[in-house]
């Protein structure tokens, strides 16, 4: 609807009297595809200022642009003259082109429907990372005019930007409209990166739009119709925002990382068309998140339960003569869990890209590093020592030092990312609450655990030794003398 590339069209020519048919293939004339006329019957005819044009074609075909019985979506269009061109493509000036949309043309009777309407008015508000930034978004909803009238305010001096996004909480592929108060122009984008230079700058929809700011309070206000040509989202659907704030008038990235200044807002379930709102961020989970809680699920079985595990059974040398094994068999089941959840959100990322790379990333891919070269520090393990009253050799302390290192190390650095996922942008929002919660829960409940029962081996541990060095204090106390008249007595 309303996307001119891509359509079938039917031209009508008064100078030469003929219609011709098209299929646009681009927004350039030059490129257009001239078909093999369908058209009977055509007459085109100039009364005065008044053109008329009529013609008959079949229902369908050869080229296969069918009309059938399915509901059309129509471009009017119209030259500034007789010669065929590009029509005007500024809004509101004569020759602007028409859309009609969901037209269905059945026994002869033409009917168009439109969106269900009510004039009607909505507001909500909120916050930019932190409760300093707020912001709020006010709209109301002209049926008549078939047009929706905005207005967004943020306690700061800054551009705005309301977005539209066709996946809750996802930047990229959402339409944004951008307000600039330094020039005091809005502009309209297709965000089709997260890199601000490759933003696809579109024609303007917006009308009788207004910026002022007064102190460290912005306020963009503007009109825009329902639909609008190369719409990509139709905006009289269900809406899911993206409320978004710099940190200067000068448009650029906004901040992202969570609980900052200028973080964006996301605003799930809103249907501008009746006024209702989902509140907040209600919408399922996007592809990412689905990853995201995946990958969370994953590490925190390997970090919190099985690696910890592992290193205290091999620290104090539990379950008696099967000890080492079963720290082998622990630390290389984690090795295998964390390199599925390494690989799960690795896929995710590059599939939906990112702005920047976090430091959870950074960090995570240090404990990766790291988890990998346990498994290598087992393989070249030294022999211990033959008797336990043997010193080691150097090779073997050094190598202790670093196994030992490394490995308590590698989890005190991996319970820390644990801490710093929750900051993510795609773990704060409120549609990832409820699995946030679980995470939580999990990692809650697996790091008491480990911490309470590492101190219960412990202590346990400690008061083993403590009564064998009583015990052996005691037995070197009554020891006999091993001399020459011990057989005596």
């Known amino acids: 609807p309303g996307e001119m590339v891509g359509a079938y069209a039917l031209v009508c020519l008064p100078d030469n009297h003929t219609v011709q048919e098209y299929l646009l293939t681009s927004l350039e004339q030059s490129q257009f595809v001239l078909l093999n006329s369908s058209v009977t019957g055509s007459s085109v005819s100039q009364s005065g200022n008044q053109t008329t044009c009529t013609f008959t074609r079949p229902l369908s075909i050869a080229s296969g642009h069918d009309f059938g019985t399915t509901t059309m979506d129509f471009i009017a269009a119209q030259g500034t003259s007789n010669p065929f061109a590009i029509h005007v493509t500024q809004q509101n000036a004569a020759g602007y082109p028409t859309s009609f949309t969901d037209v269905s043309m059945v026994d002869n009777h033409v009917t168009t429907t439109s969106p269900t309407c009510v004039n ?57 409209i951008v307000c600039l108060p330094t020039q005091q122009t809005v502009v309209e984008y297709d965000l089709t990166s997260y890199q601000q230079s490759q933003f696809k700058l579109i024609n303007q929809s917006v009308t009788r739009f207004g910026i002022s700011q007064i102190e460290d309070f ?67 989970l996007t592809s990412l998140q689905k990853s995201v809680f995946q990958h969370g699920i994953i590490m925190t079985i390997a970090w919190i339960f099985m690696f910890p595990l592992g290193v205290i059974i091999a620290r104090y040398k539990l379950l008696l003569s099967v000890w080492f094994r079963s720290h082998q ?154 001399d020459d008249h011990s057989s005596d007595l």
């Open 120 to 176: 009607s008015e909505g507001n909500m508000s909120g916050y930019f990372g932190t409760a300093e930034r707020e912001y709020s978004l006010r709209w109301s909803v002209d049926c008549a005019a078939k047009s929706f009238d905005f207005m967004l305010s943020a306690n700061y001096a800054s551009w705005l930007a309301l977005g539209f996004a066709s996946t809750p909480g996802q930047m990229i592929g959402a339409y944004a």
């Open 218 to 284: 912005t306020t963009c206000s503007f009109s825009r119709p329902w639909k609008a040509p190369g719409d990509a989202i139709d905006i009289t659907s269900v809406q899911n925002f993206i409320v978004a704030q710099g940190i200067s008038n000068t448009f650029g990235i906004h901040v992202t990382t969570a609980h900052k200044p200028g973080y964006p807002a996301y605003i799930n379930g809103v249907n501008l068309m009746t006024g209702s709102s989902g509140g907040g961020s209600s919408g399922g």
């Open 329 to 482: 068999v622990l630390q290389c089941c984690g090795v295998v869990v964390g390199v599925a959840g390494y690989a799960i959100i690795k896929v995710a990322v590059d599939k939906n890209g990112s702005s920047e790379t976090p430091l959870h990333a950074k960090v995570g891919l240090a404990v990766f590093i790291l988890m990998c070269c346990q498994p290598i520090f087992a393989i070249i393990r030294p022999k211990p020592p033959g008797k336990k009253t043997d010193p080691p050799t150097l090779i073997r302390m050094v190598w202790e030092i670093a196994h030992k290192g490394v490995g308590y190390g590698v989890i005190v650095l991996a319970w820390f990312n644990i801490y710093l996922a929750y900051q993510l942008e795609s773990v704060i929002q409120e549609n990832f609450s409820s699995h946030k919660n679980v995470l939580t829960t999990i990692t809650y409940v697996g790091v008491a655990l480990t911490v309470i029962g590492g101190l219960a081996v412990h202590v346990a541990h400690w008061g083993r030794r403590k009564r064998q060095t009583k015990l052996d204090t005691y037995e070197a106390a009554f020891q006999l003398p091993n």
